[in-house]
Each structure stands twice: as C-alpha cells, then as structure tokens.
C-alpha cells in the first residue's frame, strides 16, 4: 500500500490557511498534525475527512484539548511512526533529543514541529520530518510505501 500524508505543525489560529489546504488534507489518506493549534483543528473537525494523528503542542493550553498526548505513536505498514510537537525533547537545540525517544520507541519515521522550520533528514537510520509552520505557510506531503517515504515541503499563501 502506498500512504500518502499531509503533515502540518504551528497553525497558530491561521485557520484561513487550514481551510485553503483542506482539499489537499482530504485526498491523504492520513493528516499528521504536530501540536500547536490543536484548537484551530477542532474548529474545522467537521471538514477533516480523513483520519488524523495528533499531538498536542506547548501553546496548546485550551481546557478542551489538555488530554491529547504530548507523543502518538502509529505503524504504517513495516514502519513504526512517532508524532510529537518537539518541546518535550527540546529540538530548537537539536534532535538529539528525538533521536533518544525514536530509539526508545523504536520507531524509524518521526514527525515533530515547533521550530517552526522545515526538514527532512536521517540520523542514525531514522528519518526526522518537520513540516515547518503552517501559520507562515509551510506544510509537508509525505509519501510512503510502509518502508520508505519521501518528503516535500509545499506552500499556501
């Protein structure tokens, strides 16, 4: 099975661009969403229609979403996938931090935001995929066999 996902992190209530980028949501077969505007995704859950796997970041503080987890963990196809904002393992000062909880998940595939910068990059046989922040325009489409994927970083004005 090929999966096809739409990653975003950092909304930061810029739900115009959410909306604009609903289409291209709902023909993934996943939305992977990185915290930070956890609210923002509950307004528009009605026009979400595919499933989603999210985390809750540092600036989601609403009473509504507090018991979303800080880490989520799917398997897609052979590939163990971990979803978290990035906070917790301080990824503004590097992935070291992700990379201990990858190995400690044994996950292979990782998603994270909050630097609010784009990447996609391997280290240490995981591959670390941050889509950048939606609320400056950057999101992610990954695409994925269930052993390998690949990432591009898209735009929306």
Same mark, same amino acid.
């Given at each position: ?9 950092? !909304? ?31 307004? %528009?859950?009605?026009?979400?229609? !595919?499933?989603?796997? *999210? ?27 971990? %979803? ?25 595939? !990782? ?30 489409? %990954? ?7 690949? *990432? ?6």
């Amino acid at each position: 099975m090929v999966y096809k996902l739409t990653v975003i992190s950092d !909304v930061h209530y810029d739900v115009n661009r959410l909306r604009r980028i609903m289409p291209i949501i709902n023909s993934s077969d996943y939305l992977v969403f990185c915290g930070d505007g956890l609210f923002n995704l509950l307004t %528009v859950r009605g026009e979400i229609l !595919v499933p989603t796997i *999210c985390v809750r970041g540092n600036c989601d503080r609403e009473p509504n979403v507090m018991n979303v987890a800080d880490l989520a963990g799917v398997t897609l196809g052979n590939t163990r996938v971990l %979803v978290t904002h990035g906070h917790k393992q301080d990824v503004k000062h590097g992935i070291s931090g992700l990379l201990a909880a990858a190995q400690a998940k044994r996950s292979s595939l !990782v998603f994270f935001g909050h630097t609010h910068s784009f990447y996609d990059g391997s280290v240490g046989g995981i591959h670390f995929i941050n889509p950048g922040a939606l609320c400056a325009g950057s999101y992610a489409l %990954v695409l994925g066999d269930g052993a390998n994927f690949t *990432c591009k970083q898209e735009f929306v004005l």
